[in-house]
């Protein structure tokens, strides 16, 4: 009796899980939801909503905005359950607010300690995971933080790495079965990337996996004397997840130093890659290595999109990237076979790919002492904002750059904690650069319509069953595109740069649009 | 058994001390060189002599006046102004960067052999002060040229006003954005044929803000227009070559030379 009550309870404690693993995997079919970073896990950043639509989005309206508690660059995504966001504040603070309201409900800001370094990138938050009762964010001093999702609560503050040789965290963990996925940044510091993944209800690591292979493990004969130590292959930006076939992807960063390769000969594995993780052990089941021997500060971090489609006449499960380096790549994601890739920008530094999708690098686009000019820039073609893939029309969305910079080679000298960069890049910003928001054939990359933008953006996209394209322009500009035409349907002044992610949820079954420009974030529905 | 004088003790003494320093320095002087001739030049000059950006050859710089303010500068940029943090560096470089632009200092400056007080005679003659302003005097439709002395040097002054299209100024503010040529000429053509000729005063990908020759405000959203020419590589500043030339010229040129703003 005892025995079948405390089942009863148990299961009760189950049935009011916030958001069990299954609602995850099944987040197509709640889109008034967003538990995921990109919507689910496919990455795909695309809303099953479609009351805000071709017809009606130049009708769209405030309902509410919520401003930042500090100052700071908004990257955040933020999650969406049972009638609350949450949301991540620059650097290193998780809020809770109303959904209906805006008004918070909890706020928690762990203590940073003041000689924290951050080199690589601006101290950023991109957001948060949710898996059952619990949320989840890293911290620019490198901890994975768990709340509990009702009070903000700490149920463990788990330290990931050693801040002080330069690793931090940026980006949303991604949650799957029971485990924590994360990544670090840190790779200008001369870190050793990893991917770890820690028990959700414990904290405790189960797996780690270096991106840089260690002496005797393979890839290891691809870097150059003790040079793999400080190889970089950081893992900033949340990964996708195939849960049939069972397998996690992630992208990889740069190799340190960046921009002076005098000390890694070789092609460096597995930075700038795509690697393929069976969930449960870490193990590496695929690499796909976009840009061997990488001198641009070329990371392929990001987002792998995965979705299933005849390509050359065969169906495929496929995984795509718009990657920095300038192209678009699709792969086979059970195996890691190369299918195609396109450049989508202009791009300087390679005379195109082998049939296995291997550069023909260019060393005269290496960098120099007095600079070298190259497309695209040091930010790349595409870089840490999300493309999206709608599934209604079979189209890739990319904002994408088209600008170039000024390389530089300079010393590089390793100390725990400080710049091992050894050299760095100028932008050509102004007139002669621009952006485009890009709509590519998914299977071939082909581009089917484009909208310029005077400059290149920072700021992601997201696709809707509306029948529209959601982005944000450097100048503040918040707008909507018809996702099969490229025609602008709804645009209008923010007030301040956006560099963020649109996402999209229901509030008491009406749709709205969220997106944060400068230190505020909006959300839009219609009337 | 002779001894070396004091003197001359003191002096081998002196040698052996100073030449791994000497070394060092010429070391990091020629590193310094190299990096500059890659990263500064092409503002700054390849002798330091200045072009789009500030004149090197003086012993003292406003913006730092000691080292430690140049590593700083060099470093991190300085904010609202041209000059921009090219990129990190680490403690060796930054500091042969330092002792290569000290040295610039020790260099001659260009000599600048017109006549200031006539080259204003000019500037007033000309009608200059119709479009630009100097300490609270002029228009406003060109750059206020109060400070212009500081950061252009004489070469770029020149240019500018024989060949004003060749010397666009680039934006270094936030408005309309790092990079962007200011001053930029537009013709909008609205969609009944309308036209506006202009400078841009800013834009985004929707909109564009146009101010017309006689002052005026133009606002546009560029989905009403019929066409929007943008004229790169040309300028609304009249070309003052066939105006003004040979001890005029200089004379205008050590003029704008002078104008370093209030002291």
Known sequence: MKSSCTLLLLAAGVALAQVPYQRIVGADSNPGSWVTYSGNYQAQRFSGLDQINRQNVSQLKLTWVYQMQNSGIVETSPIVSDGVMYLTEPPSTATALDLRTGRPLWTY????????????????????????????????????????????????????????????????????????????????????????????????????????????????????????????????????????????????????????????????????????????????????????????????????????????????????????????????????????????????????????????????????VNGTLVYPDITGGANWWSPTYSPKTGLFYQAAREIAGIYYKGDAEYKDGTAYTGGGGERKTGDDAFGAIRALEATTGKQRWEFRLITPPLAGLLSTAGGLVFGGAEEGNFFALDADSGKLLWELQLGAAIRANPMSFAIDGKQQVAISSGASLFVFGLP | MKRFSPAVYNLVLILILAWPLAAQDSAALAKGKQLFLGMCSRCHGITGGGGEGPNLNRPVLERAPDDKTLLAVIRDGIPNTGMPRVRRMTDSELNSLVIFVRSLGKVEAADVSGNPANGRAVYAKLGCSGCHTVAGEGGDFGPELTNIGAFRAPDYLRQAIVDPAAALPKGIRAVPGRGFNEYLPVRVVMRDGQEVRGIRLNEDSFTIQVRDMSGQLHSFRKTDLQALDKEIGQSLMPNYSAKVSGSDLDDLVAYLWTLRGAK
């Open chain 1, 109 to 368: 800001t762990p203590k940073i300690p003041s000689d924290v370094i951050i080199i690589g990138s601006p101290p950023v938050n991109r957001g948060m995971a949710i898996l059952d009762n619990t949320v989840f964010f890293g911290t620019v001093n490198c901890h994975l933080i768990a709340l509990d999702a009702k009070s903000g609560v700490v149920r463990w503050d788990t330290k990931v790495d050693e801040n002080q040789k330069g690793y931090y965290i940026t980006s949303a963990p991604l949650a799957i079965d029971g485990k924590i996925i994360v990544g670090t940044s840190g790779a200008e510091t001369g870190i050793r990337g990893f991917i770890d993944a820690f028990d959700a209800k414990t904290g405790k690591r189960l797996w780690r996996t270096w991106t840089v292979p260690g002496p005797g493990d393979p890839g290891y004969q691809s870097w150059g004397g003790e040079s793999w130590k400080h190889g970089g292959g950081s893992t900033w930006l949340t990964g996708s997840y195939d849960p049939q076939l069972h397998l996690v992807y992630w992208g990889t960063g740069n190799p340190a130093p960046d921009w002076n390769d005098d000390s890694r000969p070789g092609d460096n594995l597995y930075t700038c890659s795509l690697l393929a993780l069976d969930p449960d052990t870490g193990k590496i089941k695929w690499h796909f290595q976009f840009t061997p021997h990488d001198v641009h500060d070329w990371d392929s971090t990001e987002i792998p999109v995965l979705f299933d489609a005849t390509v050359n006449g065969r169906a495929r499960k496929v995984v795509s990237m718009a990657n920095r380096n300038g192209f678009y790549y699709v792969l086979d994601r059970q195996t890691g076979e190369f299918l195609t890739a396109v450049p989508y920008i202009k791009q300087t530094w390679t005379d195109g790919l082998d049939a296995k999708g291997r550069p023909f690098a260019r060393r005269d686009a290496d960098p120099k």
